[in-house]
């Protein structure tokens, strides 16, 4: 884990942690515990690139760390963190090329069984991915799956594929799940973009990917505004996935429109647990949880960037103040379920506790 160190000026990191439990066929439910985070990203116009992204990936690895050191098996980062940093340049679809990393089909990945561990693959095919290559490296240093948001940039010719952008490449909007031993699982491209067109592409077809954890849990991946159509959600449903991984930077517009909302009813409407990590750069795009079936294991809200509470179905509440540029917390929820459709059964284990 060279390169990773503690996450500088930051304050308080808020913890609950959710154990979740999902079926699979007709074995017992599986438990396990669950952590989103909710991210301000720390770069700054005045950084090269590379500097914006080490300094999110250091806070990234000891959150990880942090939520490990509760009992968290998988993390889930928000949407747009590591490259929503470009968009304040003249040129966003050329800047955000500098963001992003040029990864495996989810094809190449499941279909061809390849076994790729991208820390161990310095100088090979994860060379100029170094996105990938941190996340691989903070799973396997704390033995915990990590999902999080990037670019995939994929070459192509105009000459001979209709759909190429004319610079001569595709950026999707993507979704990279890595295992418990730094293994990468799925790469998923998002389907639906919300206002970030030409800077990303949509792809051509509709990804519909899911990935099993060495924990035994098959979680299905979409983004954002992917929640709001029936692709790929519902053929993930209809194959009988139940769990979720969600990043989102999701634009909230009440009273019907707020991330919360949308998020719980989702999850209660599909009897379904959602894992939803968002960012926390004001009222305007902050509001995530952790949902079983419809019921709210734990969530969190950060207004205006400076006044943050927590709450949970774990029947505590935490409430700090920090400054804008610290605000960054781990969010999760313990809690038993494994009854789809249904009432998820009482909370198993109760935790709160600040970092």
Request: charge should be negative; hydrophobic fraction near 40%; proline fraction near 5%.
């Amino acid at each position: 884990m060279t390169g990773f160190g503690a996450a500088r000026g930051i304050q308080p990191v808020l913890a609950l942690l959710a154990l979740l439990g999902t079926i699979k066929g007709d074995a017992a439910p599986t438990d396990y515990a669950a952590a989103a985070v909710q991210y301000t990203d720390q770069s700054s116009v005045r950084n090269s690139a590379t500097d914006n992204l080490q300094i999110n990936w250091n806070n990234f690895a000891s959150l990880a760390a942090n939520a490990k050191a509760e009992g968290a098996q998988i993390i889930v980062f928000p949407e747009a963190v590591l490259w929503s940093i470009a968009f304040k340049s003249v040129n966003p679809r050329d800047t955000i090329r500098n963001y992003g990393e040029t990864l495996p089909s989810n094809s190449q990945i499941i279909e061809d069984n390849l076994k790729m561990v991208p820390c161990e693959n310095k100088g090979g095919l994860f060379e100029a991915s170094p996105s990938v290559r941190n996340a691989s490296c903070i799973a396997r240093a704390h033995n915990i799956a990590v999902v999080y948001n990037t670019v995939d940039v994929q070459s192509c010719n105009p000459k001979n594929d209709p759909d190429c952008p004319k610079d001569g490449r595709y950026q999707f909007n993507t979704d990279v799940a890595l295992d418990t031993d730094g293994a990468l699982l799925a790469v998923y491209h998002k389907v639906h973009i919300f206002g970030t067109s030409p800077a990303l592409n949509e792809p051509r077809q509709p990804d519909v990917v899911s990935f099993e954890t060495s924990f035994g849990v098959i979680f299905g991946l979409f983004i954002c505004f992917d929640i709001e159509f029936m692709s790929p959600s519902m053929q993930l449903i209809a194959r009988g996935i139940r769990d979720f991984a969600y990043s989102t930077s999701w634009v909230n517009q009440p009273p019907i429109l707020t991330a919360q909302m949308v998020q719980q009813a989702w999850s209660r409407k599909y009897s379904s647990n959602l894992i939803a990590a968002n960012n926390g750069v004001s009222f305007v795009k902050s509001g995530g949880g952790i949902y079983s079936s419809g019921e709210v294991l734990a969530e969190f809200f950060n207004s205006t960037g400076t006044n943050v509470t927590s709450k949970s179905g774990l029947h505590c509440s935490l409430d700090a103040r920090v400054s804008r540029a610290d605000s960054l917390f781990v969010l999760g929820a313990l809690v038993t379920t494994g009854h789809f459709p249904g009432t998820p059964d009482p909370l198993a284990y109760e935790l709160c506790s600040v970092f």
